[in-house]
């Protein structure tokens, strides 16, 4: 994810089309792209660490490491579980870390990396992925091209939901669908579509929008950690 538009692909052209406003000739990047990943910090990843919080990466074959970055921390659990069992004194533990800073992390380390590399999939849940696939190939998207594009899946509407902030009025991208259906379910008086597309796909249409109009909606995770810390939650559309 250290680039957006590294990350481009047919699949992505063809679910952008999908989001209202998108023109065919793109203005110039409202805000940085770094800036856009910030706004990744209200999705917490769940990774497996050593005591100290440090990423465990696994080992792929020759070249490869893995270090896989759940959304899900009953997931990123039952994968703890299975790495204790093979590694009973390794003191590993599943560690909650903003995905924007989980995405410095993994870019520190492959800088460091001579031989190897390491490679961090983000890992939603299988009921979010088959939701996403569902929705693209209504949206007429291919399979092939969901096949080859769709890594994590993002939600939104058309016309896109709304959330008041500190900033003004911003559209709502979801990482869950659960998170974005019940969203769509208080609006009242228009029909809300709902859509999908990939990550890569929302966070390029936040640097090529003409103003920062766009936030990702925090996940039910981040609340419970919010709650658990003492600091609250945030508002909800």
């Known amino acids: 994810m250290k680039s957006v538009f590294k990350a481009a692909r047919s699949f992505v052209l063809g679910a952008a089309a999908c989001l209202p406003l998108l023109a065919s000739a793109l203005p110039l990047r409202a805000i940085p792209e770094a800036d856009a990943l910030k706004k990744l910090a209200v999705i917490p990843v769940f990774l497996i660490t050593n005591e100290q919080g440090s990423p465990i990466p696994i080992p792929q074959g020759d070249k490869n490491l893995l270090l896989p970055m759940f959304l899900d921390q009953a997931k990123a659990q039952k994968e703890l579980d299975a790495f204790n069992k093979a ?27 001579t031989d190897k ?76 579509e709902m859509l999908a597309a990939d990550l890569t796909v929302a966070l390029g249409r936040m640097i090529e929008s003409k103003n920062d109009e766009f936030v990702f909606y925090p996940t039910q995770a981040f609340f419970k950690l919010m709650q658990e810390q003492g600091q609250g939650g945030a508002a909800k559309p």
Do not use: C
């Not at 560690?95 to 492959?110: C, F, G, H, Q, S």
């Not at 190939?137 to 939600?155: A, H, M, N, T, Y």
């Open 87 to 113: 590694n009973p004194t390794a003191k590993a533990r599943v560690t909650p870390i903003p995905m924007n800073l989980a995405n410095d992390k993994v870019n520190e380390i492959n800088k460091k990396l």
């Open 117 to 192: 590399k390491l490679v961090a999939p983000v890992i939603s849940s299988d009921a979010d992925m088959a939701k996403a696939v569902e929705l693209l190939r209504k949206q007429g998207v291919s399979e092939k091209d969901i096949k080859e594009g769709l890594s994590v899946p993002v939600f939104f509407s058309k016309p896109f939901i709304t959330i008041n902030t500190p900033k003004g009025t911003k559209a709502v991208f979801f990482l869950s669908y659960s998170d974005a259906a019940a969203a769509a379910a208080k609006i009242q008086g228009t029909k809300v």
